[in-house]
Structures are given as structure tokens and as C-alpha cells.
């Protein structure tokens, strides 16, 4: 099924609502249904051959926008960007949590981080910036947006998620595939990986949550302070070449 761009354009008028989250429903699906109880490699391997390219093409692009911010500002959003394709055993994983069928068909039809890129900034104005110039992109389709920035999750997590629609050309015609961003910055990451490399097992005790939790402002305050050291140099050294 090719999906037209004119057909899911009407639906990004929807706000994001009280939460930051805008979310308008939606079907890709391009895979003959199967009642098999595992994903064949092959199909996992066909399943995904679309992703990559879709993957890489964003990827160009992100680097491409950071480029010629670098340019035009003497300055650059972006430390780095990080790309992954969902394992084969992670989508059978998250489809049985879902209680859906495990086949390609349902993951490709309700899946919409098979691909992803993290993108991580030093700042949380670095993240508005860059996020502004990808909304500029009219061939990229927004197709959910979720601020954890402004509203932050109560673990303390914060991020800025987002599920671009970007073009795949095949002979059959152009189709939009979903490719979820994160954005953060250095200090939400660390909280991130941090987080998850001490939580991720089982139940956490009310203390460790707490911790995270105040770990968390104890970061945004410190990166704000040095927001403010960088704001100060920038002002005092105006022709300085910005890194």
C-alpha cells in the first residue's frame, strides 16, 4: 500500500493536547499477514530493508541541517546522532507485550520505532533549534510529536520525542516510512543511560526513584549554569569562532 502524502497532511492539524503529545491515528502496512508464531529471518530481513534506507536518508539530513547551522551561526546544535534498527527479537518482544500477533504484517502495521535516531545536543535551546529547522522539511511528514521536556515524565526522564514520516523510493512507487527521533541533551542522556543501566531490572526501590528523580532537576539545573558560562564567553568574545 503506497501512502499518499495528501492523505495524512489533514491530520497534522491536530494540537498536542495537555501532556505535549500529538498523536493522529494511522495504517502502513505492506506485508502479506502470516499466523506464524515467530518472524522468519527472511521476512524480518525484507521487513526492515525499507527502514535502513529510510534511516540513512534521515540521518543525511539531520547531519546536513547541523552543517549549515554550523555555517550560518558559527555554531552547531548537535554533539552526535546515534542510529538503530529494532532487532528482530525486540519487535517480537514488544509485539507479544502488546498482545498482538507476532508476524511482520503487525509489526510494520503498528510498529513506529523499527527505526530510530537519538540525537543529542549540548543544550535544551540547541534542541528548539534544530527541531525547528526539521519542521521546515516538507517532504518529511510529523507524524507524533511528545514533549517530555516541557512535560516530563514523574521518573524524572526527559526528551523530546518525535515520529517523522521520510519518502522511500521503490518501484512500486513512494511510500512514508516512520522513523522515531529522540532529542536530548548531554545531560539528559547521561540521566537516560544512567537510569536505565541501573533500573532497567525488576522493581526499583522508592529510594533509587527518588535519587533519579532529583538527579534529574540537580542536571537541568547544572546545565542551565552552564548555558549561562557559554552565554557569558559568547557575549565577551563575540568574533571568537563558536565550538
Known sequence: ???????????????????????????????????????????????????????TRLEVRMNGLNED??????????????????????????????????????????????????????????????????????DLLILKESDYIHYPKSSGYKSYHMVLGIPVYRIEGMQYYPVEIQFRTLAMDLWASMEHRICYK?????????????????LSEMEQRMKHLLDEIRKNNPQEPMQ
Open 1 to 55: 500500500m503506497i501512502v499518499k502524502r495528501k492523505e495524512l497532511q489533514s491530520e497534522i492539524l491536530k494540537e498536542m493536547n495537555s501532556e505535549g503529545v500529538y498523536e493522529p491515528p494511522r495504517s502502513f502496512s505492506f506485508i502479506t499477514p502470516s499466523k506464524l508464531e515467530r518472524i522468519p529471518q527472511e521476512e524480518y530481513d525484507q521487513l526492515v530493508e525499507p527502514y535502513r534506507e529510510a534511516l
Open 69 to 138: 547551522y554550523r555555517k550560518k551561526y558559527r555554531d552547531y546544535p548537535i554533539h552526535n546522532i546515534q542510529a538503530r534498527i529494532k532487532s528482530r527479537k525486540s519487535i517480537e518482544k514488544k509485539l507479544v507485550s502488546r498482545t498482538l500477533p507476532v508476524t511482520a504484517y503487525t509489526a510494520k502495521d503498528n510498529l513506529t520505532d523499527i527505526a530510530g535516531i537519538r540525537v543529542i545536543c549540548y543544550f535544551v535551546e540547541d534542541i528548539f533549534s534544530i527541531l525547528a529547522l526539521v519542521k521546515t522539511q516538507n
Open 202 to 218: 525488576g522493581e526499583t526501590p522508592d529510594e533509587i526513584t527518588d535519587a533519579f528523580q532529583n538527579y534529574s532537576t540537580e
